[in-house]
């Protein structure tokens, strides 16, 4: 049998992001440096969002990057190892924020690190992420977190987007 369970709804997604959003303006003493990564695909959306409530705080637009990590990724066949930087990625000097939905055993973002490495030098790469549900592989934590769930390694952490999925929330899903 499967059982879903809601852990957070759309007031919940909206009120932990407002909070990461205040946390990064202190963090970085600002945003005149600050440019936002968000990883494919709802990190990218997550990204806009904390974008859209910087702006609406401090009244100044926050650059807001996408990132592909998949061609960085260390499980895939050598033949499809991607060299190359990833496009439209200025983040020379800046104050990077890598944004993700889910962090879990940290592989995604140690490939989103090598092609934001890539593209250039960073000051800084910080890690925002909505989720944080535990088992990491390598040694990556978050800077910014919306919610910690602890999960079992056999359950799943399910996030929707409005812009994506058509609602907002996010669910664990077991099997009994
Ligand atoms: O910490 P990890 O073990 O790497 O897992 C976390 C990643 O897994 C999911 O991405 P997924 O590969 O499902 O792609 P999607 O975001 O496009 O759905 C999620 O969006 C994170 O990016
Ligand atoms: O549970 C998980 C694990 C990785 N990525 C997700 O989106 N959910």
Redesign the pocket.
């Known amino acids: 049998m499967v059982n879903k369970s809601q852990i957070m709804d759309d007031a919940a997604m909206r009120r932990s992001l407002t909070r990461m959003a205040h946390e990064i303006l202190e963090r970085n003493k600002g945003l005149d440096n600050l440019v936002l990564v968000g990883i494919l695909t709802?990190g990218v959306t997550l990204a806009q969002r904390i974008a859209a409530k910087l702006q609406e705080i401090e009244g100044q637009s926050v650059p807001c990057l996408t990132l592909d990590a998949r061609p960085f990724r260390d499980d895939l066949d050598d033949r499809n190892v991607n060299d190359a930087p990833p496009p439209d990625l200025d983040v020379r000097g800046r104050n990077v924020v890598l944004v993700d939905?889910?962090l879990?055993?940290g592989r995604?973002v140690r490939a989103a690190l090598d092609g934001i490495m890539k593209a250039g030098r960073a000051q800084v790469v910080q890690l925002a992420a909505l989720?944080d549900?535990g088992h990491r592989e390598l040694p990556i934590r978050p800077d910014f977190v919306g919610k910690n769930v602890p999960?079992g390694r056999t359950?799943?952490?399910?996030?929707k987007l409005s812009e994506v999925d058509g609602e907002d929330g996010v669910w664990i899903v077991s099997q009994r």
């Open positions: 709802r939905d889910v879990y055993t995604t989720v549900r999960t359950e799943e952490v399910i996030v």
